[in-house]
């Protein structure tokens, strides 16, 4: 077990390039001088946390010490110095795993299936062990490596809590807004159950590329989320199996209370007999739908879907077309006739030639 020790950490581990940065911390790989083994390093500076900083730290620590299993981000060690807490972990290498799926040559509801259920085996884990993670999204879903059929990995436990049995409370609000259940946003005692939610989103994404819940106005996309407010809308969803559809309105049923579990999910036919039940069929557009949603999140710019999709012209996307192209229409009017001013001022004072800018301008737009 991974135990807080008072070494010195760079007398037991030669640190190397920038993996990733937060607020209080960077990640660097690190390598374990006695073994030669590579980790990855999240490196906190603790002179910059508050009390209650420091709490979450140490929850982190004890958490992620008590989660051993093939599909969580391991830690490994976990050492305490003068303003500097490092935890040690797993290094992962293959990247996000919806990245990897664009990528890939064939996807399909099979693969889909296999992904979910890693998933569900990782938070089955967490719950077995009084653990919510809470922040289940796409970029906490990593690949061991990059390697064809490397594990999914659960990364990321800064939010995650511990809960006594099947405890219900009120732990503060924590998440990311379209992952969500509605017990948190209505602030409701909540538990376990709102990780089986952020699954039914994951799992919903994972076969059409696009998110079941969404808006521009985040009170709206709460109004949703609250009201469960999704569809499968054709054509996408006509390919999809009966039991996809089952499993996820199971995992988005709004009373907690009769939400699946991890455990109950893990046997559901789409799961445990995905070999004659999950269609093998390719799904080139859930592909494409996916690469414009990946290209979002990296962005952190939200593109307006239609009533469930970011990627299919609406009345909404159009209006909003129109207006930009009547601003720009209007904005490209008024500096053609501030340059034609100048033309004309140009000529008057006996310059040489303009060139025909105006003329350009107006055929090219």
């Known amino acids: 077990m991974a135990t807080t020790t008072c070494t010195r950490f760079t007398d037991e581990y030669q640190l190397f390039e920038e993996l990733g940065k937060g607020a209080f911390s960077v990640v660097r790989r690190c390598m374990k001088i006695s073994t030669g083994q590579e980790y990855a390093a999240k490196i906190i500076n603790t002179k910059k946390l508050s009390a209650r900083d420091h709490q979450k730290l140490?929850?982190?620590?004890?958490?992620?010490?008590?989660?051993?299993?093939?599909?969580?981000?391991?830690?490994?060690?976990?050492?305490?110095?003068?303003?500097?807490?490092?935890?040690?972990?797993d290094l992962v290498t293959g990247g996000e795993l919806f990245e990897d799926i664009v990528a890939r040559e064939y996807y399909s509801e099979a693969d889909a299936s296999h992904c979910i259920q890693q998933i569900l085996e990782s938070v089955n884990h967490c719950h077995l062990n009084g653990i919510v993670h809470r922040d289940l999204k796409p970029e906490n879903l990593?690949?061991?490596?990059?390697?064809k059929g490397a594990a999914v990995k659960l990364a990321d436990f800064g939010l995650a809590i511990e809960v006594q049995g099947d405890?219900?409370?009120?732990?503060?609000?924590?998440?990311?807004?379209?992952?969500?259940?509605?017990?948190?946003?209505?602030?409701?005692p909540y538990g376990k159950p709102v990780d089986m939610w952020a699954c039914?989103?994951?799992?919903?994404?994972?076969?059409?590329?696009?998110?079941?819940?969404?808006?521009?106005?985040?009170?709206?996309?709460?109004?949703?989320?609250?009201?469960?407010?999704?569809?499968?809308?054709?054509?996408?969803?006509?390919?999809?199996?009966?039991?996809?559809?089952?499993?996820?309105?199971k995992m988005l049923?709004?009373?907690?209370?009769?939400?699946i579990t991890a455990a109950e999910a893990l046997k559901h036919p789409w799961i445990c007999q995905r070999s004659t039940v999950a269609s093998m069929m390719h799904r080139q557009e859930t592909v494409e739908c996916l690469k414009k949603f990946n290209a979002r999140r990296k962005l952190k710019v939200n593109t307006p879907p239609h009533t469930s999709t970011p990627y299919k012209q609406t009345h909404h996307t159009q209006m909003i077309d129109t207006k930009w192209q009547a601003l720009r229409s209007?904005?490209?009017?008024?500096?053609?006739?501030?340059?034609?001013?100048?033309?004309?001022?140009?000529?008057?004072?006996?310059?040489?030639?303009?060139?025909?800018?105006?003329?350009?301008?107006?055929k090219a737009h």
């Open 167 to 188: 405890q219900q409370a009120w732990f503060g609000f924590a998440g990311t807004p379209g992952y969500l259940s509605p017990e948190v946003l209505r602030k409701e």
């Open 142 to 147: 990593l690949l061991a490596s990059k390697l």
């Open 253 to 259: 049923t709004i009373n907690p209370a009769k939400r």
């Open 200 to 249: 039914g989103v994951i799992l919903y994404i994972l076969l059409v590329g696009y998110p079941p819940f969404w808006d521009e106005d985040q009170h709206r996309l709460y109004q949703q989320i609250k009201a469960g407010a999704y569809d499968f809308p054709s054509p996408e969803w006509d390919t999809v199996t009966p039991e996809a559809k089952d499993l996820i309105n």
């Open 330 to 362: 209007v904005a490209l009017y008024i500096i053609c006739k501030y340059i034609y001013t100048f033309q004309c001022l140009y000529y008057a004072s006996g310059g040489n030639n303009y060139p025909g800018m105006v003329s350009n301008l107006t």
């Open 58 to 89: 140490e929850r982190e620590a004890r958490i992620c010490r008590l989660l051993k299993h093939a599909n969580i981000v391991r830690l490994h060690d976990s050492i305490s110095e003068e303003g500097f807490h490092y935890l040690v972990f």
